[in-house]
């Protein structure tokens, strides 16, 4: 079994998981109605596309790029599929590369990425909050954006979420691609790192 964060860092991920009681405060942060296509960018275990699905919404879809984890999630599924819990296709869990996967159906996206994964994705989350999506950052956002609001979901200021909209988003002058060079971006296009 491999996990990157402990053989050197190489992951864009933070080493931790969302805290499970942490997951009904982030669910109603998130605001999901039953009309929702949720993504959790990075999800680990699934545990937030799952509290979304037993939410309502409509669809969640994880995206995961550590198999260990991805097992973990689909077990999950598939224990809620047959306890009733979950319709099916009502979750999916996808092994994908973040710069390469397309979340332009999403409604509401949940991202806990570290600031260099960020700004890999920034196009992606630009183009999506651009078209209406709503966007919900645990701990991290986008360079240079301006959240809507910031919770402190908890009594040790622990948890804070950033939630960003289309008024969020500074335009570009130079309608270039700002992370082009970036060091992140280098480093993921050699290869050192996974999102």
């Given at each position: 079994?491999?996990i990157?964060?402990?053989?050197?860092g190489?992951?864009?991920?933070?080493?931790?998981?969302?805290d499970?009681?942490?997951?009904?405060?982030i669910?109603?942060?998130?605001?999901i109605?039953?009309?929702d296509?949720?993504?959790?960018l990075?999800?680990?275990?699934?545990?937030v596309?799952?509290?979304?699905?037993?939410?309502?919404?409509k669809?969640?879809?994880g995206?995961?790029?550590?198999?260990?984890?991805l097992?973990?999630?689909?077990?999950?599924?598939?224990?809620?599929?047959k306890?009733?819990?979950?319709?099916h296709?009502?979750?999916?869990?996808?092994?994908e590369?973040?710069?390469?996967?397309?979340?332009?159906?999403?409604t509401?996206?949940?991202?806990?990425?570290?600031?260099?994964?960020?700004?890999v994705?920034?196009?992606?989350?630009?183009?999506a909050v651009?078209?209406?999506?709503?966007?919900?950052?645990?701990?991290?956002?986008?360079?240079?954006?301006?959240?809507?609001?910031?919770?402190q979901?908890?009594?040790?200021?622990?948890?804070?979420?950033?939630?960003?909209s289309q008024?969020?988003i500074?335009?570009?002058?130079?309608?270039e691609d700002?992370?082009?060079g970036?060091?992140?971006?280098?480093?993921?296009?050699?290869?050192?790192?996974?999102?």
């Open positions: 079994m491999r990157p964060w402990a053989e050197g190489r992951s864009l991920a933070p080493p931790c998981g969302t499970k009681e942490d997951l009904s405060r669910v109603e942060a998130l605001r109605g039953a009309s296509v949720m993504y959790d990075g999800c680990g275990d699934g545990r596309c799952l509290a979304c699905a037993k939410a309502g919404a669809r969640c879809i995206i995961e790029i550590e198999e260990v984890l097992d973990r999630f689909r077990q999950a599924i598939a224990r809620g599929q306890a009733g819990e979950l319709q296709g009502q979750v999916l869990a996808k092994s590369d973040l710069r390469l996967c397309d979340f332009s159906d999403a509401v996206i949940y991202v806990f990425l570290l600031p260099a994964a960020l700004e994705i920034e196009p992606q989350l630009r183009a651009a078209q209406g999506t709503r966007l919900v950052c645990n701990t991290w956002g986008p360079r240079d954006w301006r959240p809507v609001e910031t919770l979901l908890n009594e040790l200021g622990t948890l804070t979420l950033l939630l960003y008024s969020s500074k335009p570009d002058s130079t309608g700002r992370t082009q970036s060091g992140a971006r280098a480093a993921i296009e050699d290869g050192e790192s996974s999102l």
